[in-house]
């Protein structure tokens, strides 16, 4: 059984699936080949796993996010941290690196920093050649 869960999500990875699918796809047919009676229990225990209060609180910090984002304090945040680190060399990503830190104190919420700094410096880091694709 783990030598079809690996060969599954090897393929599911060769076909640029993302990572959470590759998983369940590959345990849900790992099941389905070899104890198909516990297939049933997939449901249950995909209800009970997101089942969870806390849960609950990441839409609101990507709400808060883009709320920010929307507002302008993620742009402000920007200019604020180039200004600190922008003149020296790799500059930009350390822009990227302190915003990120700044955001994420004001927040409380690495998934919120993540939308709203991540739509600005993204595309940024991109086009100076920070980041590949």
């Given at each position: 059984?783990?030598?079809?869960?690996?060969?599954?999500?090897?393929v599911c990875f060769a076909f640029s699936?993302?990572?959470?699918?590759?998983?369940?796809?590959?345990?849900?047919?790992?099941?389905?080949?070899?104890?198909?009676?516990?297939?049933?229990?997939?449901?249950?225990?995909?209800?009970?796993?997101?089942?969870?209060?806390?849960?609950?609180?990441?839409?609101?910090?990507?709400?808060?996010?883009?709320?920010?984002?929307?507002?302008?304090?993620?742009?402000?945040?920007?200019?604020?941290?180039?200004?600190?680190?922008?003149?020296?060399?790799?500059?930009?990503?350390?822009?990227?690196?302190?915003?990120?830190?700044?955001?994420?104190?004001?927040?409380?919420?690495?998934v919120a920093t993540t939308f709203a700094?991540?739509?600005?410096?993204?595309?940024?880091?991109i086009k100076h050649g920070g980041l590949?694709?």
């Open positions: 059984m783990p030598l079809t869960l690996l060969v599954t999500m090897l699936i993302s990572i959470a699918v590759a998983i369940g796809g590959s345990a849900i047919l790992g099941l389905a080949l070899f104890d198909s009676r516990q297939l049933i229990l997939v449901p249950k225990e995909m209800f009970s796993a997101i089942d969870k209060f806390p849960l609950a609180a990441i839409p609101f910090f990507i709400l808060a996010g883009n709320l920010m984002e929307t507002g302008g304090i993620s742009r402000r945040l920007v200019n604020f941290a180039k200004s600190l680190v922008g003149g020296v060399q790799g500059g930009l990503p350390m822009t990227c690196v302190l915003t990120c830190m700044i955001f994420a104190a004001v927040s409380g919420s690495s700094i991540g739509s600005i410096l993204i595309p940024a880091l590949h694709r």
